[in-house]
């Protein structure tokens, strides 16, 4: 902690206050978060290590591994997929509705895996990014929590106990990663944060924002976890990763994410 004064004079003394403000909400809630600076400076931090299931933010990664195949010319964005019966899965998104043959590209299938978090789309994709490339890029950058291990609403791998995972300081790192450069070329970086900006789900770290706040995010939800990660743009960029468990509404979930949204934005991004 000494270290910590030293390195960043303001940390001890905003992590008081934000632990506070962190017991104002209900006992029963499981919160988990991380605050950094686009440097990767720490802000705040709760239980920021622990590991869960990721939920649709998964869909970070796996948009960037399908942006370095693309770089790497083995995925042309502009190519036509075609769609099958067989790729057509339930839960978020449009691509179920549509025709079976109905041409769509690969451009389209990012934005939508990424506005309305289209498992459809998300799937099509792995399968041509390949899951396994997906979980050694992930592995050689070091990311031992953040894993996926099946694709959009398999619920038998699911039942199985294979499960898709990361933890606040895993996307948050991929996340600062990302918008350093580390992986990708300026234009693909780019596009990735058009996705991420265009986000359809505005009722977590959005919520309670001054209106006109730009943040480039992706929400996940399942019955037991909502989560949010991204990075607010603000005067000073904000990363920004959060996971409630055990809520009792998915309303009371998405309050807690907004008021610690607000909070961040007002504390550390201006």
């Known amino acids: 902690m000494f270290l910590m ?6 940390f001890v003394s905003g992590q008081e206050d934000w632990q506070g403000f962190m017991q104002q909400f209900p006992d029963h809630l499981d919160i988990s978060l991380q605050i950094q600076d686009e440097t990767g400076a720490p802000l705040f931090q709760q239980h920021a290590d622990k590991k ?59 934005e939508e895996m990424i506005r309305i978090s289209d498992n459809t789309a998300t799937n099509i994709l792995i399968q041509a990014i390949e899951m396994d490339y997906i979980q050694d890029w992930l592995k050689e950058n070091g990311y031992e929590d953040t894993q996926l291990n099946r694709i959009m609403m398999d619920f038998k791998a699911i039942e199985e106990g294979r499960q898709n995972y990361t933890s606040p300081q895993e996307i948050n790192d991929i996340l600062i990663n990302l918008w350093n450069g580390k ?77 610690i949204a607000l909070k961040s934005f007002r504390d550390f991004g201006r």
């Open 5 to 10: 004064m030293l390195l960043f004079p303001g």
């Open 52 to 110: 869960i299931p990721s939920a649709s933010i998964i869909k970070i990664p796996i948009l960037i591994a399908f942006m370095e195949k693309v770089e790497n010319k083995e995925i042309d964005l502009d190519a036509r997929y075609s769609l099958q019966a067989t790729d057509k899965v339930a839960g978020a998104g449009e691509l179920q509705h549509l025709p079976d043959g109905s041409g769509i590209t690969f451009r389209y299938l990012a």
């Open 183 to 259: 992986w990708l070329k300026e234009n693909s970086r780019a596009e990735i944060m058009h996705w991420l900006k265009g986000s359809a789900d505005n009722s977590t770290i959005p919520s309670q924002l001054p209106a006109g706040t730009m943040v480039a995010h992706k929400t996940g939800t399942l019955d037991y976890v909502r989560g949010d990660a991204g990075i607010i743009f603000g005067d000073k960029p904000l990363v920004l990763s959060v996971f409630v468990e055990n809520f009792n509404t998915m309303e009371e979930a998405e309050s807690v994410i907004g008021r």
